[in-house]
């Protein structure tokens, strides 16, 4: 029986180990995170009259000194366009995919009824120009070379703080292998329900970071009601990754991440900047 207890013994700190190894972040040559630590409108700060991803809900955040959390996708044409959904149903009221219309046909379309357009990358860079830091999710399901080349060469010319974000490790792979100077997070959410067998196996890696070998990320971005698992106060402390945590609405929940050592990305509230008064650089 002691030989037994000492084999799963055994065993169980093997299978620990290797779990460790499986989610460790990247641990040599990292970017500097220094400027990038801080608290994340989502989609920038948007009402009725500056809807979510325009360029007016980027200024108002500018004006407000918070970081700004932006979505990218491509559109037919090969231009990175900064947008959130698949369609474009909900946002311009057209039943069509973002990336079946050309560049000038997206910018002719109406966000919300507003006056708003649907901006490009380079537009908000352009607007951003350094004085807050961006973090940038790429969308995609499978990886897109094409979108993450786009991206890196305008990226590659800007002068601010900035980081690449993704659900898909894959994508962050193609900047592991061809930006590594990038400062790169691993987006984290639950498991959803309701899925094929393939689809669920793929999300419970996910969701348990056990992918994060292709993209050794610097920090992790977890959804609000998951952030509290014990893994990622493993991560936190033992592995000194700096997090992230989304989307969070109420300033209860905006002090309870600070208070467990998290930044937020937040919408519908709106806390207090916590920008550092240096020279804003890139990274």
């Known amino acids: ?47 009725t009259a500056s809807p ?7 200024a108002k955040a500018v004006r407000a000194g918070v970081g700004i959390e932006l979505d990218i996708q491509l559109s037919r044409d090969g231009q990175v366009m900064v947008f959130h959904d698949d369609t474009l149903t909900r946002m311009c009221g057209v039943r069509r995919r ?29 607007l951003v120009r350094g004085r807050v830091p961006l973090m940038i999710e790429c969308k995609g399901e499978t990886p897109n070379p094409a979108l993450c080349l786009a991206a890196a060469q305008l990226l590659d010319t800007y002068a601010g703080p900035f980081s690449v974000i993704s659900f898909n490790p894959l994508i962050l792979r193609w900047f592991k292998r061809y930006r590594p100077g990038f400062a790169r997070g691993q987006l984290v959410t639950k498991t959803k329900k309701g899925q094929g067998a393939g ?6 890696l996910l969701s348990h970071m056990l992918l ?23 991560c936190r402390r033992l592995l000194g990754v700096s997090g992230f945590v989304w989307t969070v609405r109420t ?14 990305v937040f919408e519908e509230i709106r806390p207090r900047s916590t920008l550092s008064q240096k020279r804003s650089r890139k990274i």
């Open 251 to 264: 300033s209860h929940g905006y002090r309870q991440a600070r208070k467990r050592g998290w930044y937020s």
């Open 199 to 204: 689809r669920r196996a793929v999300s419970f």
């Open 52 to 58: 979510e991803n325009s360029l007016a809900a980027f």
């Open 98 to 126: 973002l990336g079946d219309l050309t560049c000038a046909e997206l910018q002719a379309l109406s966000l919300k009824g507003t006056s708003q357009t649907v901006p490009t990358l380079a537009e908000v860079l352009a």
């Open 1 to 47: 029986m002691g030989f037994l207890l000492g084999l799963l013994a055994l065993i169980a700190a093997l299978l620990a180990l290797l779990y460790l190894f499986l989610i460790l972040p990247r641990l040599a040559g990292g970017a500097d995170l220094q400027y990038i630590r801080t608290h994340y409108a989502h989609r920038g700060l948007w009402d």
């Open 212 to 234: 994060n070998g292709f993209s050794r990320p610097d920090f992790l971005s977890v959804n609000e009601k998951i952030y509290r698992r014990p893994v990622f106060f493993l």
